[in-house]
């Protein structure tokens, strides 16, 4: 190993936490974009625009959902690894 490499362990149930994690975190920008995609797609017609509307809250909503996982995910993990701080930049989703 050469002086420049850093090496750490992480445990399988931390490694799957972190996975279960990240994918929560995908499906909610997912969501994200469906909201706001078809929010916009509605407002073409002034017909829609409240229902236009609507998808424009939730995807507001949805984007405060975010830092609740992290929070959510960075608590999981010091449970599971006491001293763990949860902020490796790799894993912040």
Do not use: K
């Amino acid at each position: 190993m050469s002086d420049d490499e850093v090496t750490f362990t992480i445990g399988r149930e931390e490694l799957v936490v972190r996975q279960r994690w990240e994918t929560i975190s995908i499906a909610n920008d997912v969501l994200i974009a469906m909201w706001f995609v078809a929010g916009s797609i509605l407002f073409f017609w002034e017909s829609t625009t409240l229902a236009a509307t609507w998808c424009f809250l939730l995807g507001s909503i949805e984007f405060l959902v975010r830092p609740a996982i992290r929070l959510a995910r960075r608590v999981h993990i010091r449970r599971i690894r006491p001293g763990a701080t949860g902020t490796d930049s790799s894993f912040d989703y």
